[in-house]
């Protein structure tokens, strides 16, 4: 059963994927930081209000609440920009060393 194990590990890649998981869970902590503490506060200076995550727009009794959601996407730019310049390189590797 052991073997069997270890054989299904290595043939569908599952170590690969963890490992894939747990790094791209932390380089999405290091973007987020990167978002919440250097580009953001340069958002910040140019709101009136002084606070990004506040930021919102009133629209008669709706509070549309812009901010986060602006983090939230620049977050995602940054995430899915480094995954393709990643997988670019990968994949150009790959390509390379089957010739």
């Not at 995430?79 to 390509?95: L, P, Q």
Request: net charge positive.
């Amino acid at each position: 059963m052991r073997k069997e194990f270890m054989e299904f590990l290595k043939q569908y890649g599952v170590i690969g994927l963890a490992i894939a998981v747990i790094i791209g869970g932390k380089a999405n902590a290091m973007v987020s930081s990167l978002v919440d503490g250097i580009l953001m506060p340069l958002v910040t200076a140019a709101l009136p209000s002084g606070d990004w995550r506040a930021a919102a727009f009133d629209i008669g009794g709706i509070k549309l609440v812009w901010g986060p959601f602006l983090g939230a996407v620049i977050d995602f730019v940054i995430v899915a920009w480094i995954v393709f310049v990643f997988a670019k390189k990968v994949m150009k590797e790959d390509v390379v060393s089957k010739k």
